[in-house]
């Protein structure tokens, strides 16, 4: 059987690692004169831990999984992109993908010159596992999923998902960002299962945290300590450290929040259905609905001036003639219901 060790890049595999003084002292209470840091306090005249490890603890016990099996980066995208370096040698290895899917997966192959297959779900929106599985070749590494996904906003069949763990050989990578708004579980339980999935969650959606960065990879202790190893130092602040630790200490208000938010997505789903301008409207397991509009651009410029930001997915293969429409507060989409339905085409 194939290991995570086998698939990294031998570079990775063979590399020193920064080291810090404070990787081998983890207290608080020390005369520290090891990083040159300006002694005169305030919030952030220190260093902040660089295995984030307090925040990891609480992050295990909220997500019930061992802190070893976490790692914490400047939002998902940093996730995105260590795995890609760490697994893909750029200009032989490649990445295969369902479309369309979160565009950052693609970016960061760009970035990193990884060759990215690209598979089309099909017209249920679901995943084509066996033309997924014919792309692969001895050269793939990664494999990336998304459910529920963006921009489609449904759920992958989880045995579909099942059948490309037992069948592919590489890292799958499942992008989990909405999974607090679906009834679906994650596939956080089956890490103990599959020592190649890796498991992303982030707190920009469903916790409210988007503008503090912090993302979540779930994985085996070897995928981990890898990414761990090739991270930046300090990828996490230490405000974001802080911040994220009060608030994680009230989940009670993320599940309230996202109580709400379903709750609104309801009556925006409704009340958008009965509008003439609406042609259809993707089911929704994510904090977001998929309106189509016989000319989205129009309906798009329309909301902008009237400072409705909605995001144009209407080029997109599948999605084509869909507007992106974020569930906002009750506020929020009471205005965005009156402006469509004042709209009218040129
Ligand atoms: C599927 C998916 N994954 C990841 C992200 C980015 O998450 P983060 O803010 O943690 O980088 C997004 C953001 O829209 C997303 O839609």
């Known amino acids: 059987m194939i290991t995570p060790d086998d698939l990294l890049r031998d570079n990775i595999r063979d590399l020193q690692p920064y080291s810090s003084a404070r990787d081998e002292y983890s207290g608080e209470d020390a005369i520290f004169l090891d990083a040159n840091e300006n002694p005169f306090g305030s919030v952030a005249n220190r260093y902040p831990d660089p295995q984030q490890l307090k925040l990891k603890v609480k992050i295990g016990q909220i997500k019930n999984i061992h802190y ?86 449904n759920n992958l069949y989880q045995e579909d998902i099942l059948y490309l763990l037992e069948n592919f050989e590489g890292i799958l990578v499942l992008d989990e960002a909405y999974i607090d708004f679906t009834d679906q579980p994650s596939f956080v339980a089956q890490l103990r299962n599959f020592p190649k999935l890796v498991v992303l969650q982030t707190l920009s959606k469903a916790w409210g945290m988007a503008g503090i960065r912090l993302g979540m990879a779930f994985a085996s202790r070897e995928i981990i300590r890898v990414l761990s190893k090739i991270k930046y130092p300090y990828n996490v602040n230490i405000l ?107």
């Open 240 to 346: 974001t450290q802080e911040y994220a630790l009060k608030m994680l200490a009230h989940e009670e208000e993320k599940v309230k929040a996202v109580r709400d938010i379903l709750q609104e997505r309801e009556r925006l789903l409704l009340e958008l259905d009965k509008l003439d301008l609406v042609e259809q409207i993707m089911p929704s397991q994510a904090n977001f609905l998929m309106v189509r509009f016989a000319k989205p651009r129009e309906v798009f410029h329309y909301l902008m001036n009237k400072k409705i930001i909605v995001r144009d997915r209407s080029k997109v293969p599948l999605c084509e003639g869909y507007l992106r429409l974020t569930v906002g507060s009750a506020g929020e989409n009471t205005l965005l219901l009156k402006a469509l339905q004042e709209f009218k085409y040129c």
């Open 68 to 153: 070893e099996n976490i790692f914490l980066g400047n939002g998902s995208d940093e996730a995105i992109d260590l795995l890609i370096r760490a697994f893909c040698e750029p200009g032989r290895n490649n990445i295969v993908a369902m479309k369309p899917t979160y565009g950052m997966y693609k970016v960061c192959a760009d970035i990193n010159r990884v060759e990215y297959r690209e598979v089309l779900l099909d017209e249920h929106y679901q995943l084509n596992k066996e033309a997924l599985l014919e792309c692969v070749d001895p050269d793939t590494r990664l494999m990336f999923l998304c459910s529920p996904n963006n921009p489609t906003s």
